[in-house]
Structures are given as C-alpha cells and as structure tokens.
C-alpha cells in the first residue's frame, strides 16, 4: 500500500523556522502533485502549496509567499516544506498529499483532488 509520511513538526516561538519532510514509499510518486494543506482546529483544511514532478509550484495561501519554500527531491521521493518567520495563526496539523496525476494548478487547492494522505504532523506557534 502506498503511502505518505510526514515529519519535522514542532513547537516553536513567533518567528521561528521549521522545515516539514514528506516521504513517499512508492516511485509513482515521482510523476504526481504533491500538496502540503494544514487544519487548525475547528476550521476547515486549506491548501498550503503544491508541486509538479519537475519542481515547479503553486502556493495557494497568500500569507504564506515569501516565509514558506516548497521543494522536491525525487530521488528520494521527499517533498519538504521550509517555513520561516511562523505566526501563532500557522499553527496546526500539516499533511502532505499526492494526486493521482501530475497536474497542480487542476486542483484548484481543493483536498479532496488529492487521493494519497499522509496521517500529518503537529506545529504549534506559541509564545
């Protein structure tokens, strides 16, 4: 069974950094989306950004450009999200998922375009 693990969360103070890994067991996903999305409790799931095979990207969250970097690494099917500069609202689980195709922008950021989900990983911003 395929599947997706997420790693790097963290309790950190406003203004700090973390950097979240995501790794893939199987090679298909080296043809596939794959998007970071993150729930704070109570709201809804929203995307945080996603990247095609090739290393290009989308981040869906305005609040997020400029402080967060998502990259891929297909040799070793990881997908890693770098945070910098983390306010109190970033906190949340943070889950990685992959489409069952290659195509980000299609998506529109909705999860439910994504089939593959990995169980998340905890960051809580806080002084």
């Known amino acids: 069974q395929v599947r997706l693990m997420e790693s790097g969360g963290d309790s950190v103070q406003p203004g700090g950094a973390l950097t979240l890994s995501c790794v893939a067991s199987e090679d298909q996903f080296k043809d596939s989306c794959i998007g970071w999305f993150r729930q704070a409790p109570g709201k809804a799931r929203e995307a945080v950004a996603s990247?095609?095979?090739?290393?290009?990207?989308?981040y869906w969250l305005d609040s997020v450009r400029g402080r967060f970097t998502i990259a891929r690494d297909n040799a070793q099917i990881t997908v890693t999200l770098q945070m910098t500069g983390l306010k109190s609202e970033d906190s949340g689980m943070y889950y990685c998922?992959?489409?069952?195709?290659?195509?980000?922008?299609?998506?529109?950021?909705?999860?439910?375009?994504?089939?593959?989900w990995g169980a998340g990983t905890q960051i809580t911003v806080s002084s």
């Open positions: 998922a992959a489409k069952s195709d290659k195509n980000c922008y299609a998506s529109e950021g909705r999860p439910e375009a994504f089939s593959t």
């Open positions: 990247i095609y095979p090739l290393g290009a990207h989308i």
